[in-house]
C-alpha cells in the first residue's frame, strides 16, 4: 500500500536560519506531489508543486525553494527563514486528478 | 489562476442541527473534490464527483455538482460533535491540486 513519511512534526528555528523539510512516498511511481502551507485558522496555500524528478512549479513568490532529486521524494528548503514563514507545511501526492493524500504534517515555529 | 471560492468560512451549529458548505468557480471545474481535515490534524479526502449533476452520498453526508460543473455543496444532516472540522473542496488539475478557503464548522452539544 502506498504511504506518505513527512518530518519533523514540530521545528523552531530562528530567524535567519536554513530549513529543509523532507517528505518521502512509497508505493507508487511518479506521483505528483505538492509542498502547502497552512496559517493557523486559515486554508491549504499551494507552494510548489512537482510532475515528475526536477519538475517544479512555484505558485507563490517567496523565500522558499522546492526540489524533487528522486521520483518519490520532495523537499522544501530556505536559506534564510523570515517570521513570516511560520505556519503547518503539508506534503502530498496523488496520481493524476485521483484523490489526494497527505503527509502529517510539519509544524514550524520561527523565532 | 483559477480560484475555487468557498463559503461561509465559519459555520457554528448545535448538534442535530444540518450543515451546508458551498463552493463555486467562475470557470469549468473538471472534478471536485471534498477533503476534511480535523483540528490539529491533515486534510483527508472524502469524495470526487466528475459528472455534471452528480450526487453522491456518505451516511450523512450528501455531495452534488452543479450542472453547469461551476459548482459544488457538501450537506451534513443532523450534525453530531465528530463532524467539528474543517472542510475543503478542490479541483485536482492533473498536476495542479488547488483548494478552496475551506468552511470551518463547529458543533455545541
Known amino acids: 500500500s502506498q504511504t506518505i513519511h513527512q518530518w519533523p512534526a514540530t521545528l523552531v528555528q530562528p530567524v535567519g536560519s536554513p530549513l529543509s523539510l523532507e517528505c518521502t512516498v512509497e508505493?507508487?511511481?511518479?506521483?505528483?506531489l505538492y509542498w502547502y502551507r497552512q496559517a493557523a485558522g486559515r486554508g491549504l496555500q499551494l507552494l510548489f508543486y512537482s510532475v515528475g524528478i526536477g519538475q517544479i512549479s512555484s505558485e507563490v513568490p517567496q523565500n522558499l525553494s522546492a526540489s524533487r532529486p528522486q521520483d518519490r521524494q520532495f523537499i522544501l528548503s530556505s536559506k534564510k527563514l523570515l517570521l513570516s514563514d511560520s505556519g503547518f507545511y503539508l506534503c502530498?501526492?496523488?496520481?493524476?486528478?485521483?484523490?489526494?493524500?497527505f503527509g502529517q504534517g510539519t509544524r514550524l515555529t520561527v523565532v | 489562476g483559477q480560484q475555487v471560492m468557498q463559503i461561509p468560512q465559519y459555520q457554528h451549529v448545535q448538534e442535530g442541527e444540518d450543515f451546508t458548505t458551498y463552493c463555486n468557480s467562475s470557470t469549468t471545474l473538471s472534478n471536485i473534490q471534498w477533503y476534511k481535515q480535523r483540528p490539529g490534524g491533515h486534510p483527508v479526502f472524502l469524495i470526487q464527483?466528475?459528472?455534471?449533476?452528480e450526487v453522491k452520498k456518505q451516511k450523512r453526508l450528501t455531495f452534488q455538482f452543479g450542472e453547469a460543473k461551476k459548482n459544488s455543496s457538501l450537506h451534513i444532516t443532523a450534525t453530531q460533535t465528530t463532524d467539528v472540522g474543517t472542510y475543503f473542496c478542490?479541483?485536482?488539475?492533473?498536476?495542479?491540486?488547488?483548494f478552496g478557503q475551506g468552511t470551518e464548522l463547529s458543533v455545541k452539544p
Open positions: 502530498a501526492w496523488s496520481v493524476q486528478k485521483t484523490e489526494a493524500f
Open positions: 478542490a479541483e485536482n488539475q492533473g498536476g495542479k491540486l488547488i
Open positions: 508505493g507508487t511511481s511518479n506521483p505528483n
Open positions: 464527483l466528475v459528472k455534471s449533476g
